[in-house]
């Protein structure tokens, strides 16, 4: 099983948890913590540095503790969580969608919850025989795990993190990655790994044979996931943007009783611009 390990007290987004900030740091990175908590990244955009914080709403005196940085001059790219009052911000663009399972209600009600069509697939996967093993991911850039998703993200054309990041992280809080394996006959069929911070917890990166398709597999990962990660105290679990490009994938995530909810957007603040 995975580890028993408490989780904090409140909930935040992956990109604001303290083992993102270690990993990162790991990887050579320099992230900023201001005295509130908040996480900002720095990086540079067409030779200029810039500032982004990642999946959070700016607290009230946001540029009282830029200011105390000596960081209030220059840009700030904020993409909240969730839709939030920037008065002072530049738009660049719009929410975006993200599928959000609700993991306080009990097995019962998460079943009920499930698409008909779902469930019928759940049912299929539980009465195959396959061999469920959970456990922390090796915190290696050459887990065979990483590899996989990196062959993967290059043959479909999309971004995540990159492996020795992954890495970082299983390597800074392992007790927070939670890959789960699905095998049939002593060969993986399908896995999922998942990332806790605070109450909620993420879905970062899977992997399906077609094996593992024929037999639902990866519903059967998911629905064993959302059961312990709500045994361990998460409230919710985010399963990532809802891609108009991928609407197999969209209907799978919605279809497991997850809801839509929108992002914040994505917004500047800076003081030439103020």
């Given at each position: 099983?995975?580890?028993?390990?408490?989780?904090?007290?409140?909930?935040?987004?992956?990109?604001?948890?303290?083992?993102?900030?270690?990993?990162?740091?790991?990887?050579?990175?320099?992230?900023?913590?201001?005295?509130?908590?908040?996480?900002?990244?720095?990086?540079?955009?067409?030779?200029?540095?810039?500032?982004?914080?990642?999946?959070?709403?700016?607290?009230?005196?946001?540029?009282?503790?830029?200011?105390?940085?000596?960081?209030?001059?220059?840009?700030?790219?904020?993409?909240?969580?969730?839709?939030?009052?920037?008065?002072?911000?530049?738009?660049?663009?719009?929410?975006?969608?993200?599928?959000?399972?609700?993991?306080?209600?009990?097995?019962?009600?998460?079943?009920?919850?499930?698409?008909?069509?779902?469930?019928?697939?759940?049912?299929?996967?539980?009465?195959?025989?396959?061999?469920?093993?959970?456990?922390?991911l090796r915190a290696h850039p050459t887990e065979e795990v990483l590899m996989q998703e990196c062959r993967q993200s290059k043959a479909r054309g999309y971004a995540n993190w990159p492996a020795q990041l992954t890495a970082a992280f299983a390597a800074m809080a392992p007790n927070q990655t939670h890959l789960l394996r699905a095998?049939?006959?002593?060969?993986?069929?399908?896995?999922?790994?998942?990332?806790?911070?605070?109450?909620?917890?993420?879905?970062?990166?899977?992997?399906?044979?077609?094996?593992?398709?024929?037999?639902?597999?990866?519903?059967?990962?998911?629905?064993?996931?959302?059961?312990?990660?709500?045994?361990?105290?998460?409230?919710?679990?985010?399963?990532?943007?809802?891609?108009?490009?991928?609407?197999?994938?969209?209907?799978?995530?919605?279809?497991?009783?997850?809801?839509?909810?929108?992002?914040?957007?994505?917004?500047?603040?800076?003081?030439?611009?103020?």
């Open positions: 099983m995975f580890d028993e390990a408490a989780l904090p007290p409140h909930s935040h987004a992956l990109m604001q948890d303290p083992a993102f900030a270690r990993a990162l740091r790991f990887c050579g990175q320099r992230p900023i913590v201001l005295p509130s908590g908040l996480m900002l990244l720095q990086q540079r955009l067409a030779g200029v540095p810039v500032l982004m914080l990642p999946r959070a709403a700016p607290p009230p005196d946001l540029r009282a503790q830029l200011r105390d940085a000596g960081l209030h001059r220059r840009p700030l790219i904020l993409s909240p969580e969730e839709p939030c009052a920037l008065p002072t911000a530049l738009h660049l663009s719009g929410p975006r969608l993200r599928a959000v399972m609700d993991l306080s209600q009990g097995p019962t009600a998460r079943r009920a919850a499930l698409h008909p069509k779902w469930r019928n697939q759940l049912r299929k996967a539980e009465l195959h025989e396959f061999t469920l093993c959970y456990g922390p095998s049939y006959k002593n060969r993986t069929v399908a896995h999922m790994l998942f990332m806790t911070h605070g109450t909620a917890a993420t879905y970062h990166i899977g992997h399906i044979t077609e094996e593992g398709k024929k037999h639902a597999a990866h519903n059967l990962l998911l629905w064993k996931a959302a059961e312990y990660l709500a045994h361990l105290g998460c409230l919710n679990l985010d399963l990532g943007l809802l891609d108009p490009a991928t609407r197999g994938l969209n209907r799978f995530k919605l279809r497991s009783g997850a809801t839509a909810r929108k992002t914040g957007g994505t917004h500047l603040i800076w003081r030439p611009l103020a």
